[in-house]
């Protein structure tokens, strides 16, 4: 087995929203799993990532697939992962994980391509886990790596300007399916970002009357008097879907619309067209909505579908895409050549000290010796020295992969003693 990289996960481009929202982490959660997954079998550093897109966990692993084995009985015990459903997560090994984490950072696997969003989600999951202790030499090397794609990414292709946002796809949305909104009835569920996000893109289009509910009424008024709209209590729900053209959910906290209520409503409304776009993860709109008839509702996969297909910055897509290959390339490598490097230099250290004691001890037993003698045997002790070093460190660098040979120098010279030693005189 090789030191390695692996990324198992479940994301839009590998699962529908129906199934993913299943696994999303709040960051509790996360924190839970970092503590599981560190002390289990084969995790020696771990990153757990999740958001409304995707759910991951990067390993730096011993055993790839030990360590798979360890995430899939952490979803089955706190995710109920049936069997079944282990084939929606992808599981990526070496440098093919390596790339794939590059493409996330950079937000070239996104719903909205290069959204800085995916930046700050992995930033945020890097943060959480170097606070839990669950990275090291690995995954910080890795993390920066990413980090410095990403941005190398923006700046050369600029693919932050003029990006879709899924508020401007939820209007776009709205305005295939209704034509003009400026006679249109608006009622937006939830006061948080994504619900601001909306409200502003629906004033730029002139809409209608918008009024915004949301569990916490001083929420809900805070944002109408932010945007200039209306607020209503959330017990009037249903009186204000009555009169509703578009209802956009965009709650935080739950508020649930199920079809069976709905339909009442429909039924009071004549079955006048309603267009409910449900942007909310997990969702708060129940699937079997869709059957009723005068109803159109679209989910975060929906909006998704939309923005691939207007996004014309995709076309930069392939340009990306070499950038990350030729990042990616070789990085695994480099990242375990450069970890043994502290192990030759501890290494090189106790030779050194060896082989000076060996010349102290000869001195006392055949010497004095004259100053030309001296000369020679200090000479002699370097070479011997770097022979042997040089020699160990080739195989070293050439076989980073090999933890066996690593662990045989640390235990041959003492390295762990040596670096005990160095502790305590920084201590005093």
Known sequence: MEPTLVVIGISLRSAKL??????????????????ALVRSDAVDEVIVLSNCNRTEFLVWTQDASEAAN????????????KLAEWSNFYRLVGDAAVAHVLRVAAGVDSAVFGEPEATSSMLTSWQQAQRASTTGRFLDSLMAKAFSVAAKIRQELGVNSHM??????????????????????????????????????????????ITIINRSWDHAQQLARQCKIKAQHAESI??????????????????????????????????KRLVIVDVAVPRTVEAQVRLLDGVSLHDLDDLCA???VRDGRRATMPAAERIIAEEAMGFRGKLLTESVLPTISGMRERLERICRQEVEELKEQFGPFTEDQELVLAAFSAHVTQRIAASLARQLKEMPGRPELTSAIHHLFQLEDLKREKEMKVCD
């Open 18 to 35: 129906a199934i993913r929202e299943r696994f999303i982490l709040d960051p509790a959660k996360k924190a839970a799993a970092l503590e």
């Open 70 to 81: 360890s995430v899939l009985r952490f979803l089955a015990r706190s995710n109920n992962l």
């Open 164 to 209: 879709m946002t899924v508020a401007e796809s939820t209007v776009a949305i709205c305005r295939e399916a209704l034509g003009a909104l400026q006679k249109r009835r608006v009622l937006v569920l939830g006061a948080g970002q994504m619900a601001l996000a909306a409200v502003r893109e629906l004033q730029n289009e002139d809409t209608g009357e």
């Open 238 to 271: 249903w009186e204000q879907m009555l009169t509703a053209d578009v209802v956009i959910a965009a709650a935080t906290e739950k508020i649930q619309i199920t079809a069976a209520e709905l339909e009442v409503v429909m039924r009071e409304r004549k079955n």
């Open 306 to 308: 939309a923005m691939d």
